[in-house]
């Protein structure tokens, strides 16, 4: 498997549905074993075990005890790498979206992992999934779309290294691009 900077590139544009609600990413970002701002760098845990497990499983965890965040692995197991998911253009569900999320404004559905976890009905039961099975479905991104690339949002460490990716020109991305 790539290496996790170039899956997050190469997930732009690919429709994530799981149970048949989601929509098209637009914004990920890489986060690699030897990356300082990992879950992985430490090491294996019980919180982090997917990320050390096969490629194109989930790796669903809790952020500040609130939000669910869905993340892909990538590399080979045992490596530890995984692509956060930031936002989805919604393009499947949008009314079970509206409900779970509370919110008209279709910006405000998957506009953040947290949102788009919520939106998508993702849970710690996810964590270890095949993205190849039920619940996940893929459809793989449409040829020649623009990705932009910047610094990472929300962490204190590697704070300069520019592995978040988005969809060119997007306005469904968590916050725009430098």
């Known amino acids: 498997m790539a290496p996790a900077e170039l899956v997050a590139q190469q997930l732009i544009g690919v429709t994530v549905l799981v149970d048949g609600v989601g929509g098209r990413i637009v914004e990920t970002e890489a986060y690699d074993r030897e990356d300082p701002a990992s879950h992985a760098y430490s090491g294996p845990t019980e919180r ?7 490629p194109a499983h989930a790796y669903v965890y809790r952020s500040y005890g609130i939000h669910w965040c869905l993340n892909f692995v990538c590399r080979e197991a045992g490596h530890g790498a995984g692509v956060l998911i930031r936002a989805l253009e919604p393009v499947a569900g949008l009314d079970l979206m509206r409900t779970r999320r509370d919110a008209d404004d279709e910006w405000l559905l998957c506009s953040g992992p947290g949102k788009l976890c919520q939106a998508l009905g993702v ?56």
């Open 48 to 54: 982090n075990a997917a990320m050390f497990g096969p």
């Open 123 to 178: 849970t710690r039961e996810m964590n270890g999934m095949s993205l190849a099975q039920a619940p996940f479905e893929l459809l793989a991104a449409p040829a020649g779309l623009a990705v932009v690339a910047g610094p990472r949002i929300g962490i204190s460490k590697a704070v300069d290294v520019p592995w978040r990716f988005g969809l060119a020109g997007s306005r469904f991305v968590s916050r725009p691009f430098r």
